[in-house]
């Protein structure tokens, strides 16, 4: 969606928003005197990619919001604050995941103070506590020099000086990497021809007065992922590193980066780390990534690769992540020797229940829709016996069916939508040998469940596992689990 103003109180507000508004909200807050130009583009691209909704918004003085005389802001460091409250308000989110650079770490953090309900995450780039912290080192000498003798601003109607004075402020604060000039002249040209007034944004945040009341992060636990330059000059690391105690933070370093918004070198970090810390945990994005691949009207199954790509990334933790087998098929084959016999696990993901049947004595085959999933089985795995294969259950090899003494099948079912259900416990069965036996292990429900994934299996959904020959042996309800085995005569 492109550029909208919205009302906030008595001001207006330049926003724009990337992705969907059913996906976790991220809001972007710039820094001192920065636009939502300071976010790139394809920056807000890539995070609303991993499905987030992005929100990027100008200050007041900044872009295209509302501006006031150069040196006389009539308003305060708390006025800011309320604005990005303001921004959610106005495009009906209730919580979001505030990632603030600089100033904009600093107003993240006071949000987070009084009014916690509204926030889901923090991420603080390049910024410092708000709280008094003793024993920070100050800027650096060779920007205080900077800060002593600053270059004059130019005449605001001169585009071209206008535009090399902002490349000379921010090349002030980089790392040892220095400046990239073109990107940097780019970046200074949509900020002035996007900025209001030029006069005001270059002086008025930093003649904000003090509030009465001192601002004051937050007093119980959010999560908080810092990110802090090794080089930044204006908040040096310890900075970070103090952020990180104080919030009990994951710190995330960016080796050689000044006092920025990371630029695109350094992405690869960046994004698959606030894209993990906004996950929710991996069911969530399991579930948002379902969700968009039954919108798009692609297969069921479509969904399991991107998953676990995503985790390889580090954008989320690794799904159905076991050192160990699920513990009733553990406890169902203690003692069960499969010498001689051939085994199949369905949907294998990372390889523990493969490896455990394999130690059984089985010839096992284990094999995942997902290529991401069998290549770091393969990788978890070194010198296995078993053969980890890419295949859909869906679309199986002929020679597969009946062929195979015992089939596991562990909670891959219940992470298909009962559209498919019936024909994915059908194709179970048929990898049922002659006298061979299939184990399922499932989440149960009394009713069918619609929200997910997963679909909890009903005690129906269990025994209609019994069909094409297979009749059931046992069915036990342990906790909240189904543990399920079954025979072909």
């Not at 090794?230 to 080796?255: I, K, N, Q, S, V």
């Not at 891959?412 to 040998?433: F, H, I, K, M, N």
């Amino acid at each position: 969606m492109g550029e909208r103003m919205v009302r906030v109180g008595a001001v207006e507000l330049c926003v724009e928003t990337f992705g969907r508004p059913k996906h976790p909200a991220i809001l972007l807050i710039a820094g001192s005197g920065a636009s939502m130009d300071s976010w790139d583009d394809d920056l807000c691209v890539r995070l609303a990619d991993g499905l987030r909704y992005v929100v990027r918004y100008d200050h007041r003085d900044t872009g295209r919001s509302t501006s006031y005389p150069a040196g006389a802001p009539a308003y305060s460091g708390r006025d800011l604050a309320n604005d990005a409250l303001g921004v959610l308000d106005a495009l009906g989110i209730e919580r979001a995941h505030l990632v603030g650079i600089s100033m904009g770490g600093g107003l993240a953090q006071s949000i987070a103070g009084f009014a916690p309900d509204r926030v889901l995450s923090l991420t603080l780039l390049s910024t410092s506590p708000i709280d008094h912290v003793p024993g920070l080192p100050p800027p650096t000498e060779q920007l205080r020099r900077f800060f002593a003798d600053p270059p004059s601003a130019p005449d605001p109607a001169d585009r071209a000086a206008m535009v090399e004075h902002l490349v000379a402020l921010h090349a002030a604060y980089e790392g040892s990497g220095g400046v990239d000039v073109d990107a940097t002249r780019e970046y200074a040209g949509r900020v002035v021809d996007r900025t209001r007034d030029m006069a005001a944004s270059l002086v008025n945040h930093g003649l904000l007065v003090d509030d009465d009341e001192p601002a004051a992060g937050p007093t119980g636990p959010v999560p908080t992922l810092v990110v802090h330059g090794t080089e930044d000059p204006l908040f040096p690391f310890p900075h970070g590193e103090a952020l990180a105690a104080r919030y009990d933070a994951e710190l995330l370093p960016m080796p050689g980066l000044g006092h920025r918004t990371p630029p695109r070198e350094y992405w690869d970090r960046l994004v698959p780390a606030l894209l993990r810390h906004t996950s929710g945990g991996w069911p969530y994005q399991a579930d948002r990534l379902a969700a968009q691949a039954r919108a798009d009207g692609e297969a069921p199954t479509a969904w399991f690769d991107r998953l676990y790509s995503a985790a390889d990334d580090g954008a989320v933790a690794m799904p159905w992540d076991r050192d160990s087998p699920q513990p009733l098929l553990a406890e169902w084959a203690a003692g069960r020797d499969g010498t001689g016999r051939r085994a199949v696990v369905v949907g294998a993901g990372l390889g523990a229940d493969a490896e455990f049947v394999a130690s059984l004595g089985y010839e096992t085959t284990a094999f995942d829709v997902a290529d991401t999933a069998v290549r770091l089985a393969r990788e978890r795995h070194p010198g296995t016996v078993v053969r980890y294969v890419h295949a859909d259950l869906f679309d199986l090899p002929a020679a597969w069916r009946g062929a195979y003494e015992l089939v596991v099948e562990v909670v891959t079912v219940q992470a298909l939508p009962r559209s498919v259900r019936a024909e994915a416990t059908r194709r179970v069965g048929e990898l049922v040998a002659p006298g061979g036996t299939l184990l399922v292990v499932s989440a149960a429900a009394d009713e069918p469940d619609p929200a997910g994934p997963p679909w909890p299996l009903t005690r129906a959904e269990i025994d209609a596992f019994a069909d094409g020959g297979l009749t059931a042996v046992r069915v036990d309800r342990v906790g909240d689990r189904w543990r399920a085995e079954f025979r072909r005569g």
